[in-house]
C-alpha cells in the first residue's frame, strides 16, 4: 500500500520566519503535487514535481522533489498570516491512472 | 478556469435519511472524485468515475454509490445516512493526472 507521510503535523510560527514541511513515503512515485486548503473550502494545486531531485518556485514558496522520487519538501521563506492552511501533498495511486492518494496534511498557523 | 461546484456547502440530515450530494463542473473533463475528509484521517476516496455511466469504488464505498448520468454532473449518494458519515465532502475534477485536481468547496455533511 502506497503511503504519503507528511510531518510536522502542526506547525505554528510567527509572521516573517521560515519554515519546512516535509512528505515522505516508501514507494517511487512518477510525480508528487501539493495543495494548500484554506479552512472551509477545497485544496487548490499548487505545483506538481515530475523529476528527481527537481526545485520548482512561486514566489516564496519552494517545492523540491527527492532524487529518488520518494520524497519532497515544501519551503516558505518569510511566512506570512495569508499562508495560513492545510498544505497537503499528493501522488498517484499506482494501481489507477489518475487516481491521488493524499498525505494527512501540514497545519500551518501563521501569526501577525 | 474550471470550476467545480457542491449543490451544498451544510447539509444537516437524520439517521436513515437517502442524502444526495451533486457535484457539476463546466468543463469537459472526463475524471471526477468523491472524498471524504475526516481530522486525523485525511482525504480518503470514496468513488471516482472516468466516463459517463462508468463507476469504480474508491478505498471506502461503503455505505455510499454514484451516479453519472451526464457528463458534467457527478452525484454520491448516502443509501442510509448513519452518524459514521458525518464528514466534510469533497468533490474533484481532473483532465489527467498531471494536471492535478479541481475540487469544490466542499459539503460539511452532519447527521444526527
Known amino acids: 500500500t502506497q503511503l504519503l507521510e507528511q510531518s510536522p503535523q502542526f506547525l505554528s510560527i510567527q509572521e516573517g520566519e521560515n519554515l519546512t514541511v516535509y512528505c515522505n513515503s516508501s514507494?517511487?512515485?512518477?510525480?508528487l503535487q501539493w495543495y494548500r486548503q484554506e479552512p472551509g473550502e477545497g485544496p487548490v494545486l499548487l505545483v506538481t514535481?515530475?523529476?528527481?531531485?527537481e526545485v520548482k518556485k512561486l514566489k516564496r514558496l519552494t517545492f523540491q522533489f527527492g532524487d529518488a522520487r520518494k520524497d519532497s519538501s515544501l519551503h516558505i521563506t518569510a511566512a506570512q498570516p495569508g499562508d495560513t492552511g492545510l498544505y497537503l501533498c499528493?501522488?498517484?495511486?499506482?494501481?489507477?491512472?489518475?487516481?491521488?492518494?493524499f498525505g494527512k496534511g501540514t497545519k500551518l498557523s501563521v501569526k501577525p | 478556469d474550471v470550476k467545480v461546484t457542491q449543490s451544498s456547502r451544510y447539509l444537516v440530515k437524520r439517521t436513515g435519511e437517502k442524502v444526495f450530494l451533486e457535484c457539476v463542473q463546466d468543463?469537459?473533463?472526463?475524471?471526477m472524485f468523491w472524498y471524504r475528509q475526516d481530522p486525523g484521517l485525511g482525504l480518503r476516496l470514496i468513488y471516482f468515475?472516468?466516463?459517463?455511466?462508468?463507476?469504480e469504488k474508491g478505498d471506502i464505498p461503503e455505505g455510499y454509490s454514484v451516479s453519472r448520468e451526464k457528463k458534467e454532473r457527478f452525484s454520491l449518494i448516502l443509501e442510509s445516512a448513519s452518524t459514521n458519515q458525518t464528514s466534510m465532502y469533497l468533490c474533484?475534477?481532473?483532465?489527467?493526472?498531471?494536471?492535478?485536481?479541481?475540487f469544490g468547496s466542499g459539503t460539511r455533511l452532519t447527521v444526527v
Open positions: 468515475s472516468y466516463d459517463v455511466k462508468m463507476k
Open positions: 499528493a501522488g498517484e495511486n499506482g494501481g489507477s491512472q489518475g487516481n491521488l492518494i
Open positions: 474533484a475534477n481532473s483532465k489527467g493526472f498531471d494536471y492535478g485536481y479541481t
Open positions: 514535481v515530475v523529476t528527481g531531485g
Open positions: 468543463m469537459d473533463h472526463e475524471n
Open positions: 514507494s517511487v512515485f512518477s510525480s
